[in-house]
T-cell receptor, first 113, second 112 residues
Framework: NAGVTQTPKFRILKIGQSMTLQCTQD?????MYWYRQDPGMGLKLIYY???????DKGEVPNGYNVSRSTTEDFPLRLELAAPSQTSVYFC????????????FGSGTQLSVL | AQKITQTQPGMFVQEKEAVTLDCTYD???????LFWYKQPSSGEMIFLIY??????QNATEGRYSLNFQKARKSANLVISASQLGDSAMYFC?????????FGAGTRLFVKA
């Protein structure tokens, strides 16, 4: 199984550009999450979803948007990139059935210059 | 509001010795889950151990054990017989409802 797949792995953006970070999972998990990890820090929750069509804000949602049109996909959109969004972004999923261990993707390293 | 506190930014341990990484949490929800994840220098997040708030016994997974003290709201990770490969960042996390939040992490250095 592929698990949680994130693309791209690395990206450099100019200030004001937009991009979408892709995340897909093949485990039929209901719950999906986006986190960001600044250098030397812990993970901060950006957005999460409990199923197709349902999303909600996490701890640090400003500057981001998400959608969940299918169970498998949970893309994260940056509309106007700012240097403060330079970070490593992790997508994660969990079954939504009890013991909610997170299954993580390998991360996207984003630099905004 | 949920909160996870890891007070040790960095820890050193001699190979083959045990080490305890501290974690305290704050929640008003009686049902929650506590996790530890390892992040090696390669960057991936690796699940280590889980403790449910209603679990009576401390969780164990191989060389990892979770010292759960509910009244003190602490969930310390104990790694026995440290190995060089244990050098990494370690994150304590708490699930309350749907959301999981993370502490700032502790960087563990294992000395040969």
């Amino acid at each position: 199984n592929a698990g949680v797949t994130q693309t791209p792995k690395f990206r450099i953006l100019k200030i004001g550009q937009s991009m979408t970070l892709q995340c897909t999972q093949d485990m039929n998990h209901n719950y999906m999450y986006w986190y960001r990890q600044d250098p030397g820090m812990g993970l901060k929750l950006i957005y999460y979803s409990v199923g197709a069509g349902i999303t909600d804000k996490g701890e640090v949602p400003n500057g981001y948007n998400v959608s969940r049109s299918t169970t498998e996909d949970f893309p994260l959109r940056l509309e106007l990139a700012a240097p403060s969004q330079t970070s490593v972004y992790f997508c994660a999923s969990s079954p939504g059935t009890g013991d909610e261990k997170l299954f993580f993707g390998s991360g996207t390293q984003l630099s905004v210059l | 509001a949920q909160k996870i506190t890891q007070t040790q930014p960095g820890m050193f341990v001699q190979e083959k010795e045990a080490v305890t990484l501290d974690c305290t949490y704050d929640t008003s929800d009686p049902s929650y889950g506590l996790f530890w994840y390892k992040q090696p220098s390669s960057g991936e997040m690796i699940f280590l151990i889980y403790q449910g708030s209603y679990d009576q016994q401390n969780a164990t997974e191989g060389r990892y054990s979770l010292n759960f003290q509910k009244a003190r709201k602490s969930a310390n990770l104990v790694i026995s017989a440290s190995q060089l490969g244990d050098s990494a960042m370690y994150f304590c996390a708490m699930r309350e409802g749907i959301r999981t939040i993370f502490g700032a992490g502790t960087r563990l250095f294992v000395k040969a």
